[in-house]
């Protein structure tokens, strides 16, 4: 979508795909530097999982994200490396984001995620803005249109504060 390319892959012939790809134009993207440096433990805690201290990934290309959507990500990731069997439809697998994420909204695992992160973009502390929205998912947003073609930046128009997102603008 973001590319102009589509919904997604919709079983077309392969040579179709490879004349599509041998014809597109070269769009240049972005590339964003991550930089993450863990909180202390708090080992009062002792029911919090604690992950790796630094993510697999520092160079992002389209987004990052922390919170419910990448736990509900993560949550398809594993049940689809478990049963592949199980995942062989577009529509099935829009189902079980929907009901991971709906399971998400009713458990509300990470209502506390806020308080966990500090962020810092650009030289700005943003922290305590983070804590005051009380969010449940942070994403670093380098692209028009994520997660099956939300846009979380609305659609752009004229009157809006802010230029139009593009994914090459440095």
């Given amino acids: 979508r973001t590319l102009h390319w589509g919904g997604g892959y919709a079983d077309e012939a392969l040579g179709k795909i490879l004349h ?40 992002i290309n389209n987004y990052f994200s922390i919170g419910a959507d990448a736990l509900v990500s993560l949550e398809f990731h594993e049940s689809r490396e478990a049963k592949p069997e199980r995942f062989n439809s577009r529509f099935f697998n829009k189902m079980f984001y929907a009901g991971a994420g709906g399971k998400e909204i009713l458990e509300r ?17 943003l922290t305590q803005k ?3 929205s009380r969010i449940t998912a942070l ?26 997102l593009a994914v090459d603008d440095g």
Wanted: proline fraction near 8%.
């Fill in 20 to 59: 599509q790809v041998d014809e597109a134009a070269v769009v240049h993207l972005d590339r964003w530097d991550l930089l993450s440096t863990p909180l202390p433990l708090n080992l009062e805690d002792k029911d919090e999982q604690h992950v790796a201290e630094k993510p697999p990934l520092t160079v």
């Fill in 109 to 125: 695992k990470l209502r506390d995620l806020s308080k966990h992160i500090e962020v810092v973009a650009d030289g700005i502390d």
């Fill in 130 to 132: 983070i804590r005051d």
């Fill in 139 to 164: 994403v670093f947003l380098n692209i028009s249109r994520y997660s099956a073609g939300t846009q979380p930046w609305g659609v752009p128009s004229s009157s809006d504060e802010f230029k139009p």
